[in-house]
């Protein structure tokens, strides 16, 4: 039964898309709970697309760097 509601609510996560728009873009990954911790972390380089979804594990995410940012509520762009 736990398994069957974790599959569901992967399905109805929320996805971003992260397009790198310079070298040297960063994507870090948050915890969720008490204590938030960086999790993961991805590096991408000019016109690399990194698709990334919301779980139980990650509550947010961090770009660092020039990126457009594509969300279910609509686009921004993140950099100078």
Do not use: C, P, W
């Not at 039964?1 to 109805?12: E, F, N, V």
């Not at 008490?34 to 993961?40: D, P, R, V």
């Not at 990650?58 to 100078?80: C, F, W």
């Amino acid at each position: 039964m736990k398994d069957d509601l974790q599959k569901a609510t992967a399905l109805r996560s929320d996805y971003i898309v992260v397009k790198a728009l310079e070298d040297g873009v960063t994507v870090i990954g948050l915890t969720r709970g008490e204590n938030t911790k960086f999790h993961h972390t991805e590096k991408l380089d000019s016109g690399e697309v990194m698709i990334a979804q919301f779980t139980e594990n990650t509550s947010a995410m961090k770009i660092r760097g020039k990126a457009s940012i594509q969300t279910a509520h609509g686009t921004v762009e993140s950099g100078k």
